[in-house]
């Protein structure tokens, strides 16, 4: 099993090439399920997630190709990738599949709005909340789907396709809203999304679907309104930026100091964070190649932070945002509405010597005069990189373990950060 090994102490200083996200790029893949046309993107990152998709899209028909790859040639970043689903070989996703990465679940509203029929096995929980899906199986419902729970496996039917509805979310959920918005584009007639997620993922999918023949209207709104059509076309689509990667290589230069450009970030989708990093005592300006960001001198301020659907504070920087805490003047306060238990990077941070106590939903933050280097474990994705962060501003050396939570979700983090003189490398092992 890999482990990175950070001795930290270094500031960070140059340029940082920010990647297709992530979190768009996966409904993006899952919405080639919906046409028998080619739908290229573009800037797609090259991480575990998305080449883990590629093979629950290809148990399903989906054909890929990556461009200028030859057969054993290593995977070059954020590239394009070439997806056709001419034929639907398969509409049930299997345990063994969908286990291994919670968003494949959505594969159930294409399979669902082209087919008539998906069965895709419940995701399960995972280390940051129980994650239950009823509020997509609602939407599925809603729109005309007969849904049952058969042996751990969501069986929804809609033998004469879905029908337009009214769909009410009693709460944000961006992968209710993905898979309402791509299930609503094939099905009859008139659909209204209220009280949608907002997220810029979410705006990214709706774009892509506009360009492939969806009509819909209000994306990036509380409200949006779906126009069903007969089919959907293949087109050519560019992910965007990801603003979670973006948010955290800002924190992390806020932690070290230094001065990065973060290249080809959009200010836009962040300026929650940028606001409590500013806060912090980062400087953070919008350039036309990216966002710069610069600490020299001051110390870290303490920022009481409360994480919230988009426009406000992203849980997927919640931890990131606790590690640079750990060393601020003062103590600070981190509350997490979102996820019932993403408080797992607090032990590990506190191997590191930082002051955390816990308190339901809150996290209050002591900060401290330094951070020693110690072995850490990572327990998901973004607590993962949270103690990258600390470990960057840590005394000695600090060996984090369990980094396949890390290649999940960021591109070449260990290039990105040499090349900024952090002291970074992967050990491999065998096994
Ligand atoms: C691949 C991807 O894009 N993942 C993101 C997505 O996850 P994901 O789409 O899974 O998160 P949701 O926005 O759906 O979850 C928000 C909240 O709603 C709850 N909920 C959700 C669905 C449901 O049927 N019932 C229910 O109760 C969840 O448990 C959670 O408390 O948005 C999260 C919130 O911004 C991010 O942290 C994840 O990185
Ligand atoms: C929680 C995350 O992803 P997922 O929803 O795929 O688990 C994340 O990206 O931080």
């Not at 028998?36 to 993107?41: P, Q, S």
């Not at 961006?174 to 009859?188: E, F, N, P, Y």
């Not at 819909?216 to 930026?241: D, F, N, R, Y």
Request: proline share 4%; glycine share 10%; hydrophobic share 45%.
């Amino acid at each position: 099993m890999d482990r990175i090994r950070i001795v930290g102490g270094q500031p960070l200083n140059g340029v940082i090439r920010i990647s297709g996200a992530k979190n768009a790029a996966l409904p993006l893949m899952i919405a080639s399920l919906l046409t028998a046309e080619t739908l290229t993107l573009e800037n797609v990152p090259n991480l575990a997630d998305v080449n883990m998709l590629l093979r629950i899209l290809g148990h399903h028909g989906v054909d890929h190709s990556v461009d200028g790859r030859r057969a054993g040639a290593p995977a070059r970043a954020s590239r394009p990738i070439h997806l056709t689903a001419k034929t639907i070989v398969d509409t049930t996703a299997p345990y063994e599949l969908v286990s291994k990465m919670r968003a494949s679940f959505w594969v159930l509203a294409p399979l669902l709005a082209r087919m008539g029929e998906a069965k895709v096995s419940l995701p399960g929980g995972c280390a940051i909340g129980t994650r239950p899906v009823d509020l997509l199986i609602m939407a599925m419902e809603k729109l005309g789907a007969r849904v049952e729970i058969e042996a751990g496996y969501v069986h929804a039917v809609a033998n004469k396709g879905l029908i337009g509805a009214t769909i009410e979310f009693p709460k944000v959920t961006v992968g209710g809203t993905h898979t309402a918005l791509m299930a609503a584009s094939l099905a009859k007639g008139h659909s209204v999304l209220v009280n949608a997620a907002r997220e810029p993922e979410i705006v990214d999918l709706a774009d892509c679907l506009i360009k492939m023949g969806a009509k819909i209207k209000g994306a990036g709104q509380s409200i949006i309104e779906i126009e069903g059509v007969g089919s959907l076309s293949g087109t050519v689509h560019k992910v965007l930026p990801d603003r979670i990667e973006t948010g955290t290589y800002a924190i992390a230069v806020a932690m070290t100091g230094g001065d990065v450009l973060l290249e080809g970030a959009a200010a836009g989708h962040l300026q929650s964070a940028i606001d409590v990093i500013e806060q912090a005592g980062a400087k953070v300006s919008s350039t036309n190649e990216g966002l710069r960001v610069q600490r020299n001198g001051a110390g870290i301020s303490p920022v009481d932070v409360t994480t919230a659907p988009f426009p406000g504070f992203p849980t997927d920087l919640q931890a990131q945002f606790m590690a640079l805490m750990t060393k601020a003047k003062g103590s600070s306060r981190i509350t997490e509405t979102i996820f019932e238990n993403r408080f797992m990077h607090v032990q590990e941070l506190a191997r590191l010597g930082a002051h955390i106590r816990l308190d339901g939903d809150m996290a209050l933050v002591e900060g401290v005069e330094e951070l020693q280097g110690a072995p850490v474990m990572a327990t998901d994705l973004r607590a993962s990189v949270s103690l990258v962060i600390a470990a960057l501003a840590a005394q000695g050396e600090t060996m984090v373990n369990r980094v396949y939570h890390l290649d999940r979700g960021f591109e070449h983090l260990e290039d990105k950060l040499n090349g900024c003189g952090a002291i970074i490398e992967r050990l491999s092992s065998p096994n």
